[in-house]
Structure formats: C-alpha cells, structure tokens
C-alpha cells in the first residue's frame, strides 16, 4: 500500500508540474499574441499618421509655373515707384535709371499659399542642372505671396553697380544679343516648410526683340526627397 501511495503521489506531482509548464506556456503564447497584435496596431497607427501627414503637406504644397497667355494683365509696383504693365505668360527686363528692374507673370498650381523668399539670376542656361545653393539667392525685400489656384508675379532688381552681376544684367536689358535669362525662385508654403526651387526662364522673342516669353525648366525640393 506504501508503495502504491508514493507511485500514486508521483503521479499526481508530475501531473500537477505539466499543467503549471502547460499553463506556463499558454500564458506565453499569449503574450506573444498580444505583442504581435499591439506592434501591427501601432505600425498601422503610425502608417495612418504619416498618411495623414502627407495629406496635410500635399494641401499646403506650393507649385509656381508661368501664368497663361490668356490670363489677367498684372501691373507690378516697384518700392521706388518704377512700374510694368505683364499679359499672361509675359516677363520684363527693363534698365532704367541706373537701375535694372525684372518681373514675371506667375500662376500658383499648388493647393497651398506660395511665400517667395529668394530669387537668382544668371543669363543663358546650363547646360546640365545642378540644383544652386540656397545660400546664393538674393533675399526679398518684401514677402510676395500667391495664392493657391491664382495668379500672381515675381519681381527683383539690380540697384547696385559694386553687385557682381550689375553688369551682366544691364547687358542682358540692352542687348538684343542677350535671348535667354535664367531666374531660380525659392519658395515654400506659408509655415516656412516645403522649400521648393523652381528654374524660370526668360525668353526674348519678337521682330523687335523686345517681348520676354517665361517658361519653366526644372524643380528641386529642399525639405522632402526629389522625384527623380
């Protein structure tokens, strides 16, 4: 009977030690599930998130292009009371008292207000694109703002004969020589995010040489990847 107790106490004992290994692993397998399943919740929250961040920038992403040949004329102010009269699609270059004034006729393709804070000259083009350095754009003087879905107007001058490209610029006002003036536009949305460099161009054309045509070549992105 001894014998038979003791057998029957092992028995019970290692049954007692597989239901605690048993129960022991289920709670982990459990853990494990709730894990797997609180990790795929987070991932797609954090997936939704940048989803709707995205739409958020997308909503507020300016685009500059030339403004159509059919839209509204613009008459562009400068501060010293300089003025020119744009049709759509139209730019100037224009010396004047010592000083040489250039516009374009712009349009907003973006869903977002477009902030111009910089602008670069150079005449001709290059011949393979390289993206400038934003630290070589001439600051605004004033904000220029253009509406999403509108028209609106670049404007900059030469007023300094010591600025590096005085003389140039003045050559490309006078000289019917001068056909193609290349102008980068720094821009971004109305939070200072979303940095964008459009490449404007200028174009002479005309018997007389004296309408500038604008159109776009190239666009870089600062603070997001670039799609190509």
Do not use: C
């Given at each position: 009977m001894y014998r038979i107790g003791r057998k029957l106490a092992e028995i019970a004992w290692l049954s007692m030690a597989d239901l605690e290994t048993i129960s022991a692993l289920a709670t982990g397998a459990g853990t494990l599930v709730l894990a797997v399943a609180t990790f795929g919740s987070v991932r797609s929250a954090n997936r939704s998130s940048r989803l709707?961040?995205?739409?958020?920038?997308?909503?507020?992403?300016?685009?500059?292009?030339?403004?159509?040949?059919?839209?509204?004329?613009?008459?562009?102010?400068?501060?010293?009371?300089?003025?020119?009269?744009?049709?759509?699609?139209?730019?100037?270059?224009i010396f004047e008292n010592?000083?040489?004034?250039?516009?374009?006729?712009?349009?907003?393709?973006?869903?977002?207000?477009?902030?111009?804070?910089?602008?670069?000259?150079q005449t001709g083009q290059e011949a393979e694109p390289q993206r400038p350095d934003p630290a070589s754009f001439h600051p605004h003087s004033r904000d220029i703002m253009i509406a999403p879905g509108d028209i609106g107007f670049w404007q900059g001058a030469f007023r300094d004969p010591a600025d590096p490209q005085f003389e140039e610029a003045v050559t490309a006002a006078k000289s019917t020589d001068i056909e193609l003036i290349t102008i980068d536009l720094l821009y971004g949305d109305h939070e200072g995010g979303q940095r964008t460099i459009s490449r404007m161009s200028l174009r002479r054309v005309g018997e007389a040489r004296d309408i500038w045509l604008v159109a776009v070549g190239r666009y870089w992105n600062l603070d997001r990847p670039d799609p190509r």
């Open positions: 709707a961040e995205e739409a958020l920038q997308v909503n507020m992403r300016p685009l500059l292009m030339p403004s159509r040949q059919g839209d509204a004329t613009q008459k562009i102010f400068f501060f010293d009371g300089q003025h020119v009269r744009l049709e759509g699609g139209r730019g100037d270059v010592g000083v040489v004034y250039l516009a374009m006729s712009l349009r907003n393709a973006g869903q977002g207000i477009a902030v111009l804070h910089g602008w670069r000259f």
